[in-house]
């Protein structure tokens, strides 16, 4: 039922965004001649070709919240409009209690009070 148990390797991981990431697999220029005899526009290639697939963008970003004891989010006041710091927090709760087990994982949110009311009078 639950998409992340404890004993899996991805317990406790929850997507934050989309980022720039190296490759798992570091990549090897080949064994070439002596550097005075390569044709230095193919030199220039491959190491330009190296440099632009070092690492791939826009990759899901993770972050492992059982490595970390708290994670504090700061935005803008609720009256300020649209607040990407809530958003993502929203997020994160919803992706931290959808994939896991609530016998398996806790969550506790620690909030301020909110500094007005909104009522009908």
């Not at 330009?48 to 919240?65: E, F, Y």
């Not at 929203?90 to 398996?104: L, N």
């Amino acid at each position: 039922m639950w998409e992340r148990r404890e004993t899996d390797q991805d317990f406790g991981q929850i997507r934050v965004g989309r980022g720039r990431q190296r490759l798992a697999t570091r990549l090897v220029a080949p064994q070439t001649g002596p550097f005075n005899e390569l044709e230095p526009v193919c030199a220039w290639g491959l190491r330009r070709l190296l440099r632009a697939h070092v690492a791939v963008p826009d990759l899901p970003v993770a972050v492992a919240l059982c490595a970390l004891r708290r994670v504090c989010l700061r935005g803008q006041p609720p009256d300020a409009g649209l607040d990407p710091a809530r958003a993502l927090a929203r997020a994160m709760v919803a992706q931290y209690a959808v994939w896991h087990s609530p016998a398996e994982a806790r969550l506790a949110v620690i909030a301020a009070p909110p500094r007005f009311r909104i009522g009908t009078g």
